[in-house]
Antibody
């Protein structure tokens, strides 16, 4: 049973860099792809990007200029950095496993979520 | 970019009733690469359906997905108390790689 546990700073000032890490327990890290998704308070879901165990990445074009995903296979961890944050980046950030059943991509399971608030 | 629209915004039903949720795409979804999620307050979303009609592991058979092209449906055959939640559809394959609909809230009538 795969379990994702995430952590990182929850309060940032405008222009700072958001940094979150997600640890994968109980399953193969190398066999899957790993994603970050966010959800502003009371709103819908937005995919941020995806990374493989070898470090290959895909990003949402709307965030690509500010996002860096990285991976540490020795620890089964993957991380998100989002630079130059503003109040619009206030959201619950989730890590999740990207799965491709019959080539159809979806997310399962998800981390517990981290509320990141950007405020001066 | 494929835009997903979900209707209704809110569905008010009683336990035991049938729920029918709609997800419409602005363009045809690649090979029916559409998923559905359930989200309860304060929790992460949970995968229910992938590939438009396949149930994820552990999902009760009262949940079913159907549709193709631009029109997809999630049906809950008989609502249980734990099914009152927000439901999101999600497509895969078109840039951006993954997009979500705005959600449908199923609440107790």
């Amino acid at each position: 049973q795969v379990h994702l546990q995430q952590w990182g700073a929850g309060l940032l000032k405008p222009s700072e860099t958001l940094s979150l890490t997600c640890a994968v327990y109980g399953g193969s890290f190398s066999a899957y792809y790993w994603s970050w998704i966010r959800q502003p308070p009371g709103k819908g879901l937005e995919w941020i990007g995806e990374i493989t165990h070898s470090g290959s990445t895909k990003y949402n074009p709307s965030l690509k200029s500010r996002v860096i995903l990285s991976v540490d296979t020795s620890k089964s961890h993957f991380s998100l950095r989002l630079s130059s944050v503003t109040a619009a980046d206030t959201a619950v950030y989730y890590c999740a496993r990207s799965i491709y059943y019959n080539s159809s991509g979806s997310f399962d399971p998800w981390g517990q979520g981290t509320l990141v608030t950007v405020s001066s | 970019e494929i835009v997903l629209t979900q209707s209704p915004g809110t569905l008010s039903l009683s336990p035991g009733e049938r729920a029918t949720l709609s997800c419409r795409a602005s363009q045809s979804v690649t090979s029916n690469y559409l998923a559905w999620y359930q989200q309860k307050p304060g929790q992460a979303p949970r995968l229910l359906i992938y590939g438009a009609s396949s149930r994820a592991t552990g999902i009760p058979d009262r949940f079913s997905g159907s549709g193709s092209g631009t029109d997809f449906t999630l049906t809950i055959s008989r609502l249980e108390p734990e099914d009152f939640a927000v439901y999101y559809c999600q497509q895969y394959g078109s840039s951006p790689l993954f997009t979500f609909g705005p959600g449908t809230k199923v609440d107790i009538k």
